[in-house]
């Protein structure tokens, strides 16, 4: 949660909210039920949050998700009665953003190589990907088929492996990969902004 809606800036030194979480927030919600996954105690997650301005915007907040690897993004679904192929996750860190009990939840990563990504980018990947399939994995399939290739990306990444890679470019270059871990049962799909 703190590198993802609550980034730490390097030049300023301070966290702040995701840029342009305060448009981008309401505006997905109307499309989705937004939740929070956080590693973080629950109260304590809702506190930041609150304090942040953002916390109206979640339907919940699960927090104290600790697991090897990733979090139980699949139980959550059964949980809330949603449809994993249907759903994203937004995170900034492989390890703990994974899908650890489901392959049909497609994973967004933000903030990478202390480059903040704006709220815009994640709503502009979400529109590409909803006009490309009917379910999120199949929208990152056809979009594949359509990206160059990036065999470089390929090999051990964070103990998994990198099987597949592209590099997309709709209106800005994002990455999309196929990782497995030896942990996780099945490939999981990753998009990298």
């Known amino acids: 949660m703190a590198g993802t809606l609550i980034p730490f800036d390097p ?9 342009g979480g305060e448009e981008f927030l309401p505006e997905m919600g109307k499309d989705f039920r937004l939740v929070v ?4 105690e629950k109260r304590s997650a809702r506190n930041l949050l609150s304090g942040f301005g953002l916390l109206a915007n979640f339907e919940d907040v699960f927090g104290d998700l600790y697991t090897p690897l990733g ?20 995170g900034d860190r492989l390890r703990a953003d994974l899908p650890a009990d489901t392959d049909k939840v ?10 903040i990504v704006n709220a815009g980018m994640v709503s502009y990947i979400i529109k ?11 929208a990152f399939h056809n ?8 065999p470089e990306f390929a090999g051990e ?12 470019h709709q209106g800005f270059a994002f990455n999309m990969l196929k990782f497995q871990h030896p942990l996780l049962d099945g490939e999981r799909l990753l998009i990298v902004i």
């Open 71 to 90: 979090k139980p993004y699949g139980r959550i679904l059964r949980q809330l009665g949603g449809n994993a192929e249907c759903s994203l996750a937004i």
């Open 143 to 150: 979009l594949a088929e359509k990206s160059e290739p990036a």
């Open 11 to 19: 030049v300023s030194g301070r966290a702040s909210a995701m840029p």
């Open 106 to 115: 497609v994973t967004i990563l933000i903030n990478q190589n202390d480059k």
């Open 157 to 168: 990444m964070q103990g998994g492996q990198v099987l597949q890679a592209w590099k997309c």
């Open 128 to 138: 590409i990907l909803k006009s490309h399939g009917a379910s999120f994995p199949e």
């Open 37 to 40: 996954t956080t590693g973080d």
